[in-house]
Protein backbone atom coordinates (compact mmCIF):
# COMPACT_ATOMS: atom_id res chain seq x y z
CA UNK A 1 0.00 0.00 0.00
CA UNK A 2 1.43 2.85 -1.08
CA UNK A 3 1.65 5.82 1.73
CA UNK A 4 2.43 10.00 1.71
CA UNK A 5 5.26 10.39 3.55
CA UNK A 6 5.36 13.86 5.48
CA UNK A 7 8.04 15.99 7.02
CA UNK A 8 8.97 19.63 7.90
CA UNK A 9 6.59 20.06 10.81
CA UNK A 10 7.93 21.89 13.99
CA UNK A 11 7.71 24.54 16.91
CA UNK A 12 8.11 27.62 15.68
CA UNK A 13 7.79 31.09 16.71
CA UNK A 14 5.23 33.24 15.43
CA UNK A 15 6.56 35.41 12.49
CA UNK A 16 8.93 32.52 11.43
CA UNK A 17 8.83 30.11 8.63
CA UNK A 18 8.40 26.71 7.80
CA UNK A 19 8.07 24.16 4.34
CA UNK A 20 6.75 20.73 4.63
CA UNK A 21 7.54 18.13 1.89
CA UNK A 22 5.07 15.38 1.14
CA UNK A 23 6.30 12.67 -1.28
CA UNK A 24 4.68 8.75 -1.66
CA UNK A 25 6.27 5.95 -1.14
CA UNK A 26 5.82 4.18 -3.86
CA UNK A 27 4.34 5.22 -7.20
CA UNK A 28 0.63 6.96 -7.87
CA UNK A 29 0.48 7.77 -11.57
CA UNK A 30 -2.45 10.04 -12.85
CA UNK A 31 -2.63 12.49 -9.97
CA UNK A 32 -4.63 15.32 -10.44
CA UNK A 33 -4.78 17.20 -6.95
CA UNK A 34 -2.06 17.69 -4.69
CA UNK A 35 -3.03 19.32 -1.39
CA UNK A 36 -2.76 20.16 2.04
CA UNK A 37 -5.20 20.18 4.91
CA UNK A 38 -4.78 20.83 8.39
CA UNK A 39 -6.62 19.92 11.33
CA UNK A 40 -6.51 22.40 14.55
CA UNK A 41 -7.11 20.67 17.93
CA UNK A 42 -11.22 20.81 18.26
CA UNK A 43 -12.05 21.71 14.48
CA UNK A 44 -12.77 20.47 11.53
CA UNK A 45 -9.85 19.57 8.78
CA UNK A 46 -10.03 22.08 6.30
CA UNK A 47 -8.11 22.59 3.03
CA UNK A 48 -4.94 25.30 3.06
CA UNK A 49 -4.06 25.08 -0.65
CA UNK A 50 -4.03 22.76 -3.44
CA UNK A 51 -2.56 22.39 -7.04
CA UNK A 52 -4.04 20.70 -9.77
CA UNK A 53 -2.56 19.01 -12.76
CA UNK A 54 -2.79 21.58 -15.16
CA UNK A 55 -0.64 23.90 -12.62
CA UNK A 56 -3.64 25.95 -10.87
CA UNK A 57 -3.15 26.41 -7.19
CA UNK A 58 -6.15 27.70 -4.94
CA UNK A 59 -5.83 28.79 -0.77
CA UNK A 60 -7.57 29.17 2.07
CA UNK A 61 -8.30 33.03 2.60
CA UNK A 62 -6.72 32.72 5.98
CA UNK A 63 -3.34 31.64 4.25
CA UNK A 64 -3.30 33.74 1.09
CA UNK A 65 -0.73 35.75 0.62
CA UNK A 66 1.64 33.97 3.43
CA UNK A 67 1.87 30.16 2.37
CA UNK A 68 2.74 28.91 -1.14
CA UNK A 69 1.98 25.12 -2.60
CA UNK A 70 4.80 24.09 -5.03
CA UNK A 71 5.48 20.74 -6.62
CA UNK A 72 8.11 18.50 -7.98
CA UNK A 73 6.44 16.61 -10.90
CA UNK A 74 9.84 14.58 -10.99
CA UNK A 75 9.79 13.51 -7.57
CA UNK A 76 5.59 13.55 -7.48
CA UNK A 77 6.41 15.49 -4.76
CA UNK A 78 4.25 18.57 -3.54
CA UNK A 79 5.69 21.13 -0.21
CA UNK A 80 4.34 24.07 1.30
CA UNK A 81 6.24 26.99 2.10
CA UNK A 82 4.41 28.65 5.04
CA UNK A 83 6.02 32.39 5.76
CA UNK A 84 4.24 34.62 8.45
CA UNK A 85 2.95 32.31 10.84
CA UNK A 86 0.77 32.91 13.43
CA UNK A 87 -0.53 31.29 16.32
CA UNK A 88 -4.00 30.18 14.64
CA UNK A 89 -2.01 28.17 11.80
CA UNK A 90 -0.71 25.19 15.14
CA UNK A 91 -2.46 22.32 13.62
CA UNK A 92 -1.85 18.97 12.06
CA UNK A 93 -0.85 19.33 8.59
CA UNK A 94 -2.18 16.76 6.29
CA UNK A 95 -0.79 15.87 2.45
CA UNK A 96 -3.56 14.64 -0.15
CA UNK A 97 -3.23 13.38 -3.19
CA UNK A 98 -6.30 12.29 -5.71
CA UNK A 99 -5.79 10.69 -9.22
CA UNK A 100 -8.11 11.09 -12.19
CA UNK A 101 -9.79 8.00 -11.11
CA UNK A 102 -10.67 9.49 -7.86
CA UNK A 103 -8.39 7.25 -5.47
CA UNK A 104 -7.60 8.93 -2.29
CA UNK A 105 -4.17 9.01 -0.39
CA UNK A 106 -3.36 11.27 2.89
CA UNK A 107 -0.46 11.17 4.96
CA UNK A 108 0.08 10.72 8.26
CA UNK A 109 0.26 14.57 9.38
CA UNK A 110 3.08 16.59 10.42
CA UNK A 111 2.52 18.90 13.62
CA UNK A 112 3.22 22.80 13.03
CA UNK A 113 2.95 24.51 16.66
CA UNK A 114 3.75 28.16 16.66
CA UNK A 115 4.01 30.18 19.82
CA UNK A 116 4.02 33.96 20.48
Known amino acids: QVQLVESGGDLVQAGGSLRLSCSPS????????KAWYRQALGKERELVAR???????DYADSVKGRFTISRDNAKNAVYLQMNSLKAEDTAVYYCYFETTLLAKYWGQGTQVTVFP
Open 51 to 57: VWRGGTT
Open 26 to 33: GDIFNVNI
